[in-house]
């Protein structure tokens, strides 16, 4: 299953044409999906990247259900997309009993969650392809009972041997204090063994989107003005309206430069149809490292907690330094 082949066929539909027949829904159900996608102001937006965007925002935790066994559940069938997604929780949240008042805001954190899902399992499955290459047997493991009890991703069984990866964003709002807690235990004791942490910055990828979509508006506006420029009649008009072009020509070309400057630090990233992955490349990197994975290059667990709580110690002391 390639997700970055499934994702352009998701972004030529909108939420209200998804075909809910695989889920074998009833017919309350159905109406009770079209309600709250139009609470949440999806039904006539794409299933692309950018869904997400006016959503409301939301802190519900808890009372409600996992979003990862839902996923996995839909994987399973080998059929599901963004609105799929939304209409088995749905679904699985209701004949559980729950709270209907917080089941839309469970949606539309489900949905932001989504994006980081689907960017785990094309990594898992690129992963997997990879080294099998390798070792035939090898084993990736994603059960969300796992994720719940070792706080791991993705569980590896390469030539005998067990990696535990972490997928997670490389942002200040996820680095901290989110995965730094994980990592020092805070929110669970860790499993023994190897783990490999591999962040992704998605970030850069926001900025590199809205250049793009920059540039797309400033070449329509040159566009229109060089069209303009047959309009004008005397002579100052035409230098006067030159010199406006010529200026969005350099603009135009400034953005250019920062776009193959941006994409260059985004290399480990890749935008398919506003949904962000982790590249081929950078699947293909750690693929290599496991494959030559070497005990003397792991940092010491030890080690690695207090220098991650370092920070932490220093701020909770009174405490002198000088700029």
Not at 280 to 303: A, G, P, R
């Amino acid at each position: 299953m390639d997700i970055k082949k499934l994702i352009p066929n998701w972004s030529e539909l909108v939420f209200s044409k998804a075909n809910y027949d695989d889920l074998n829904l009833k017919t309350d159900i159905k109406k009770r999906i079209s309600k709250e996608f139009d609470s949440l102001n999806i039904s006539n937006s794409k299933m692309d990247g950018f869904c997400t965007e006016g959503l409301p925002k939301t802190s519900e935790t808890g009372s409600g259900l996992n979003y990862s066994t839902i996923f996995h559940k839909l994987v399973a069938k080998k059929n599901f997309s963004p609105a799929l997604f939304l209409a088995q929780f749905t679904n699985d949240y209701l004949e559980s009993n729950l709270d209907e008042k917080r089941l839309n805001g469970f949606l539309s954190r489900g949905l932001r969650t989504f994006a980081s899902l689907i960017r785990e399992q094309d990594f898992a499955n690129k992963l997997e392809i990879n080294l099998k290459k390798i070792d035939n047997s090898v084993k990736v493991l994603m059960d969300p009972e796992q994720d719940t009890k070792s706080h791991v991703d993705i569980k590896l069984i390469f030539k005998s041997k067990e990696f535990n990866l972490w997928t997670y964003q490389a942002s200040k709002n996820a680095i901290y204090p989110h995965t730094i807690e994980r990592v020092t235990g805070q929110r669970g004791e860790l499993e023994n063994g190897v783990h490999i942490l591999c962040p992704i910055s998605t970030e850069l990828g926001n900025v590199l989107l809205n250049k793009r979509k920059s540039l797309n508006i400033q070449t329509e506006r040159l566009n229109k003005w060089k069209l303009d420029l047959k309009n004008k009649k005397t002579k100052k008009q035409i230098e006067d309206h030159q010199n406006k072009i010529n200026k969005k020509l350099e603009e135009i070309e400034n953005i250019k430069v920062k776009i193959k400057e941006i994409e260059s630090q985004t290399k480990y990233l890749d935008i398919i149809n506003g949904w962000f992955l982790y590249s081929d490349n950078y699947i293909s990197e750690i693929s290599n490292m496991i494959i030559n994975f070497n005990k003397q290059n792991v940092i010491n667990y030890k080690n690695l907690n207090e220098d991650l709580l370092k920070a932490e110690k220093i701020l909770r002391s009174v405490t002198f330094f000088k700029k």
